[in-house]
């Protein structure tokens, strides 16, 4: 993940895909992994779920997200990546990890990533239902 | 002139295929593009508040006028994360 810190990903995110970003000097790492749930919102047994993403713009997104990050909280560095495809319950379906020389600015990098991914970021997912069916779902704000 | 259409996720299962190539009128702008896909696919009209269109990969509005060649890509409200 560190030779290119954005990137769209075929099938689950290897939850162990942050082990070799440290090691620049900073103090601090924070990271974030979004994992399939087995409910949805209105209480719905889920199975899976399918991403797709229009990956050029998406991975532009991540790079102005980390730069608007730089912006906000001074010297951090951002990776992001985003499953596309099927995933099971439990899977990795997006990691975010900050970089920063204090804990402060990589926690607070960190949360407005995800939340400015959630937010933006051209991905859409549909639910599989444990019934059969299966439904595209749009983000809220506090997922 | 030709532009390249692009669909995701509920819009493209409307459209029935994710990538098309659309004829268009010298001058024609992101909203003529809407209204003659609206013709083809009734299906579309519902989603018009809430579609969001990108032109090269930026976001932009109904107004914006379209150049042979550009990618115009149409989607939902977004759901990664």
Known sequence: MDSERFSIVRGPIDPRCFENIAGAGEGALVTFL?????????GRAVVGLSYEAYETMACTEFKAIDAQARERFGDVRLWIAHAVGDLAVGEVAVAVAATAE?????FEACRFAIDQLKERAPIWKKERYADGNAQWRANKTDE | MQIRLLAFASLREILRSSERS???PQGARVGDAQRLLEEQFPGLAPHRSSMRIARNGRLVDSDATLCDGDEIALFPPVGGG
């Open chain 1, 102 to 106: 204090h804990r402060a600015a990589a």
């Open chain 2, 22 to 24: 659309l004829s268009l």
């Open chain 1, 34 to 42: 979004g994992i399939v749930r087995n409910t949805a919102h209105d």
